[in-house]
């Protein structure tokens, strides 16, 4: 990790140079605090333990990741959401062990389009995360049970996942603007449609004040 991917990202964008998008800052986050060779095991084990915002900000791994995504606050005003949905992903990254280039849902969904078909009779087709348990996790909320929700779709996954969806995603899966077209765009993944799905717009995917 060199010192520039360690400044905050006004420091970056103050220096001249745009920011990386939110999910890349995720990404070196986790190879400095969670990879299995370059991260600290100490440390991946104090964040899986940690069950709530007070147990995570007195992690120092918890606090850096976010402010690497902008959600340390500002000023006075109620920093609350944006700031525990990024101390909650470092709960759910640190228990990545393996960066996966393809989206959650292609890994975990549909094989090739259903077109009507049961998961009874999809054979090879069918998807390693059920239809009932992918709706549950559509319909998720902040705080707990999306934090849960985001473990169990990792360990399904083997412990591999694609860092930057993941953490991009997390963080807006419940934005009252994006989190419908990031949810619909999971969906998409998931029964295999995914040339379909809606574009993730510049501004969805960095704006740090989402």
């Not at 520039?4 to 964008?13: D, H, I, L, S, Y």
């Not at 009252?176 to 077209?181: I, M, V, Y």
Request: hydrophobic share 40%; aromatic share 6%; proline share 6%.
């Amino acid at each position: 990790m060199t010192g520039a991917g360690n400044a905050a990202p006004t420091e970056r964008a103050a220096a001249g140079k745009r920011p990386p998008s939110r999910g890349a800052r995720a990404l070196e986050w986790w190879n400095r605090h969670c990879h299995p060779t370059t991260g600290d095991a100490a440390t991946r084990a104090r964040l899986r333990r940690a069950r709530t915002p007070v147990e995570l900000v007195a992690v120092d791994a918890a606090v850096d990741l976010a402010r690497r995504l902008g959600a340390v606050p500002r000023s006075d005003a109620d920093p609350s959401h944006h700031l525990h949905a990024a101390l909650e992903l470092a709960r759910v990254l640190a228990h990545v062990r393996e960066n996966d280039a393809r989206h959650p849902m292609v890994a975990a969904g549909w094989k090739h389009f259903p077109a009507g078909r049961k998961e009874s009779e999809a054979g090879d087709d069918r998807p390693l995360l059920s239809e009932a348990r992918f709706r549950r996790l559509l319909e998720t909320r902040d705080g707990e049970q999306k934090t849960l929700a985001f473990i169990r779709l990792i360990a399904l996954l083997g412990d591999r996942v694609d860092i930057e969806t993941t953490a991009t995603d997390f963080v807006l899966w419940n934005h009252p603007e994006h989190g419908d077209r990031v949810r619909e765009r999971w969906a998409f993944n998931y029964f295999a449609a995914g040339r379909a799905a809606p574009e993730v717009t510049s501004t969805l995917a960095e704006d740090d004040d989402a």
